[in-house]
């Protein structure tokens, strides 16, 4: 399928043609109401209508020129049904050339949001994933450990962490540091639940054959148990990252006072609207681009696996 879209070349350049025409009813037919930008984003539009031209040669473009064809249609029509015909109620729905606007006035405030988000996500998330695969590692090794440590996985695990949102903003006073114990309690539970079964479905006979060579306990949880359940690891893990994103949302309206979750807020409080998407957006590809830094990392550790792994 990959090879038929790489060497499908209509795609791109209807695509491109599409991107011409959106260039051009965007300047030249008139705006129903003030918009800002309109010049500026008719020829962002040509922009990208000549790069889609000039790259058709390169595969790995080519590959994606359904989505340039998709995206342009719905750039031409967002911007005919709000900016030529305004069509949708203002100020909830903008054009396309306000939230261009909203990027080159607003881009500070914006990439200090980003810069503010970024670090409460990756801090709880890495505190959260330790935190769970040292104890799915515990529960699936030991015994004892799983004794104790079962229980109250099962009574505190699924609970929704926004419900300890109060209590612990109450009792501590950085609402930071009370973000990131949040986002590490909704990722620790994924992670440690599937820790725990790749450890104990672990084949035994991995086991015996490492004994036989003379292998002690840590050994065999380094060495065995751990390389084979790494791929439950990280599906623990991917199913941490989209509860963080969730709690990052929730920590920054209701708490931090910082983020891209707190600039939606305050946009909204406004009636900023396409402030409000523009922060929507740039959430979107940051989320987007830890999933695709996750699976980077995921393929590369588990190179050896390639053959069995099928998503």
Request: glycine share 8%; proline share 6%.
């Amino acid at each position: 399928m990959k090879q038929i879209v790489k060497n499908a070349y209509w795609p791109q350049i209807v695509g491109a043609v599409a991107w011409l025409a959106t260039a051009g009813l965007t300047y030249f037919i008139p705006n129903a109401d003030d918009f800002p930008r309109t010049t500026t984003f008719a020829v962002v539009c040509l922009g990208i209508a000549i790069l889609s031209a000039i790259s058709l040669p390169l595969n790995k473009v080519r590959y994606y020129g359904a989505w340039i064809l998709a995206l342009a249609l719905f750039i031409g029509i967002w911007e005919v049904v709000q900016a030529k015909l305004l069509l949708l109620p203002r100020p909830f729905f903008g054009a396309p050339q306000e939230l261009l606007d909203v990027f080159i006035t607003d881009w500070a405030k914006l990439l200090n949001s980003l810069a503010h988000s970024m670090m409460l996500l990756v801090g709880g998330y890495l505190l959260g994933c330790i935190i769970g695969f040292v104890i799915g590692v515990g529960m699936g090794w030991s015994k004892l450990f799983g004794y104790w440590a079962h229980p109250v996985l099962r009574f505190l695990g699924p609970l929704p962490p926004v419900a300890f949102l109060p209590l612990l903003f109450a009792v501590i006073p950085s609402s930071f540091v009370a973000g990131e114990l949040l986002m590490a309690f909704a990722a620790s539970f994924p992670v440690a639940v599937l820790t725990w079964s790749g450890i104990a479905g672990v084949n035994p006979s991995y086991y015996d054959v490492a004994k036989t060579m003379g292998a002690k306990p840590l050994f065999l949880i380094r060495h065995v148990a751990i390389p084979a359940a790494l791929p439950f690891v990280f599906v623990g893990m991917f199913m941490a990252l989209g509860s963080c994103f969730y709690m990052l949302v929730v920590a920054e309206m209701l708490g931090v006072k910082a983020g891209l979750g707190f600039y939606m807020q305050w946009a909204q409080g406004w009636a900023a609207y396409p402030n409000m998407y523009a922060a929507l957006l740039i959430m979107a590809v940051m989320c987007t681009s830890f999933m695709t830094l996750l699976f980077k990392v995921r393929n590369r550790l588990l190179r050896w696996q390639k053959e069995s792994i099928k998503w």
